[in-house]
């Protein structure tokens, strides 16, 4: 994970995503340059990045329905392989919604579970996938939109070998106000900071 000496560790969620979508409604492509860079970053201070991946943007092979593989996804699994040192694959979900609500593993505009069933079909599924590709299933896991079930989706997370979940130890979406405990299952990574977004307007091509 991170070395000693740094007081933070960084964790890049929406891995594979083809796009981002900026505050004025646009949407901008998300190029290899952009792993290229987190790699660099990584090497200028010899640590380990993870980037967190939803497996429907690298299901080439088609092995789900959900797939909707990334254009250039066969070259940036090389790229992955080849800096295995600078960057750690990570996991973010299948689909990262469910039914086109907020949140894979619970719907937080709606303030509903989804099924245990769906959520362990989701990690199978996604375990199909990493297989395909040739990886093991993430020791590392992000929630998408940061919900998740406790006692449920962590536990499911563990019966395929990871071994951190990483999310806000409390959230509040659209009034309502979430909060989840140390997990009985794995390790709970508390997130401080939901960090800088891509569109966030201190960065510039300098930084």
């Not at 997990?183 to 300098?206: A, M, V």
Request: contains cysteine; glycine residues 6%; proline residues 5%.
């Amino acid at each position: 994970m991170v070395r000693p000496e740094y007081p933070f560790f960084i964790v890049i969620d929406d891995g594979a995503f083809p796009f981002v979508n900026r505050p004025d409604g646009t949407r901008v492509s998300v190029p290899l340059d952009t792993y290229i860079a987190i790699r660099d970053l990584a090497k200028e201070f010899d640590t380990r990045i993870p980037v967190c991946f939803t497996m429907k943007y690298l299901d080439v092979h088609k092995v789900t329905n959900e797939a909707e593989p990334l254009e250039y996804a066969k070259e940036l699994f090389d790229f992955l392989n080849d800096n295995s040192k600078y960057i750690e694959i990570g996991y973010h979900g299948l689909t990262h919604s469910f039914e086109g609500h907020v949140g894979e593993f619970f719907c937080l505009d709606t303030n509903t579970k989804v099924p245990e069933e769906i959520q362990a079909e989701h990690f199978r599924k996604s375990a199909e996938i990493f297989k395909s590709i040739g990886w093991s299933f993430p020791e590392l896991f992000v929630p998408p939109s940061h919900g998740w079930e406790q006692g449920v989706t962590d536990r499911i997370a563990a019966n395929f070998g990871t071994r951190y979940i990483v999310s806000k130890g409390a959230i509040s979406y659209k009034g309502i106000n979430y909060k989840w405990n140390d997990s009985e299952h794995i390790g709970f990574c508390r997130r401080e900071d939901i960090g800088i977004y891509s569109y966030d307007i201190r960065l510039n091509q300098n930084h």
